[in-house]
């Protein structure tokens, strides 16, 4: 049977019989916008947790030895984060990209928010520093992400930044200024650096999102009912943050001193928000902590990382990644690392389950159309005799049963499909008025991609062929003679 | 195309029982024969015009086709067999009431090409001019006669040029003036496109315009024999003009 013939068949059948195809597909309708809901779900879930929450595309390796308190690690076999070890990192196989990181090793704390909160508050300041160019993307002020403390060669003023002039080392050093001054003198950028007299630039620090989320989330909304400056704190942005400026006080905190009782404060401002960023705390450019280290810790705190950050070059390679990163390397991953394919794991176990819901829905759905089918083939058995006396073969007769049900799979997908995308829009708005701000809430919890789609069509063709296989085989065995006679 | 019938049996069963609806057909009919089968009720005359076009192959016993031999045939060769060679018209015309006239002629057509490689539309609305419904294309066949829905019925089983026209009781159901008319058209169909043409009926008077006549009883033939073609006198049955509207 040439197919314009077949697919005219088929169609003269469905609008014929359209009252009785409209209620088989009404199982597999519903089969399919549960199974589209829950794998949207899953999806969306798992998308905030190992892209927001965890970022699974990362992993952090430290050097065992160091962790165990042995710096250098020989006793234990590591020989350390040095930039030879990120050397060997960036030739693994799948490994797109790696960033040392250092920590600040010494007691810091930083004061202010006035601006903001009304008062100035002061916090211990946890920092580390990544290079750079680990996070050009992600800088949104114009001061960038830039280590301004570099010493930078000169032989006149003009071959320094601006609020800056040459010194009689032949290096780049701040303007003298005092604080009436500063605008003229440092220019828009710089500041007068009080203790030193001496124009300076801030430091660019960058913040975790979930450090704000946290915010948002936890202690905004626990104090915001509050009495005091903590029922005054405002929600904050992304938007609101940048350009925020505030003291850092290096080598005192609440907690301490450093070892020499020396203090340098210099000024911070925030140039962006990014996840590679340290979790609870600021990310400079590196070349600050390392000379810092070294100042407040010694020559030799600025030799070796803490940790080195590895990017992915998919999802998919973050297990093999790892287990190189582990077992040829001798490294260890963060903790981090296995809570996400904890947490990844137990999403993709429940999204399974969810699913296997949809799928007995669909099993049911499809006896629902063996059921229906098998009562059209009964009604039609003259007709279909009469086509076999006319000329059509088994298989002719097979086919047109099983178009039919592609017919009726395709358009039950396809209402499945927006009935399940108007339920998860329905959930997403309820979700979005009804459930108040909690840390990494997003906009959507869902997460539907072009192949969820195609599974959708897919799953109700393929439930559809399963339930009107066995009418098919018996439209096929009806006997010409038989089903014209009536017997 | 020779059909001839060799040692043919055919028996029912249901549950235990059993019944001989065929007992030892042997014939043969030469190419342009115009033959009546005829016989009382029960006497196996549908029976045999099932076994003669395929269309249940349950049997014992050889029928042949020309040169084919059904039961060596596979049932996707039966199929396309009947398509190319074979028409058929049944009592209660089998007409599809969902489609239109056009569509039930052209129904064959969807099973595989015409004979002669002809465009089906053409055909089939030569067809319909031909028997006189060239103005119904597009009626369902629940606005006709019951004579012009034999006739589409007609105009469907030569869409293909068969070779044999099988034709069961095809004026049982119509009064005996419109079934005059169609069995006129059935004598045309012999006489001017050389078609065979295997008529079963119980009516003796529509027995009587074939040139052969088969008379079965119980399953076997009771007698073979040729005869001088005898179409009903005036006043036996109503002019074709007379035939009835829906």
Redo the contacts between chains.
Sequence with gaps: MKLGKYRALVGQSLRRHRGHFMVSSVGVIIGVATLMLFTGLGSGVRQTVLEDVFVIGQLEVVDPAARAGLRGGGLLGGAGLDDRRVEEILELPGAAAAFPKMKLTFPSRASGGGGLLGRDLGIEFIGDGVPPNLIEEEVKDALGFEDYGAPVECSADEDCREGLRCGDEGICEGKSCRPANEDEVCGEIAYCNRDRGQCAYPIPILVSPQVLEIYNGSVHTALRDSQGIGGRLPRLTEEMLIGFEFDIIFGESFMGRAADRRVQRERGRLVGFSDRAIQMGATMPLGYVIRLNEEFSGESAGDTYHSILVEAESNDAVAGLAQLLQEEMGLELSDRHQQAERAGLLILLLTLLFNLIALVILAVAALNITHSFSMMVMERRQEIGLMRALGAKRRDIQALVVGEATVVGLFAGAVGIGVGLGIAWGVDRLFDTQVGHFPFKPETLFAFSPWMFGLGLGVAVVFCWIGALLPALRAGRVEPSAALSGR | MKLSVKGLRRIFTHGEESRRALVDITLSIESGEFVAIMGRSGSGK?TLL?AI?G??TRFEGEVRLGEKSLREMS??EL??F???HLG?V?QSY?L?N??TVL?NVL??????PLRDGGDPLEVATGLLDRVGLGDRLRSRPTELSGGQRQRVAIA?ALL?RPSVLLCDEPTGSLDRATGLTILQLFEELNREDEITVVLVTHEPHVAAVARRKIRLDEGRIASDQEQEPRWPVEGEGAPPEAEGTP
């Design positions: 549908t099932n076009g269309l249940d049932e996707a199929a396309s009947r398509h190319r058929f049944f089998n599809l969902h489609l569509e129904l064959p057509s969807y099973f595989g469907r293909c």
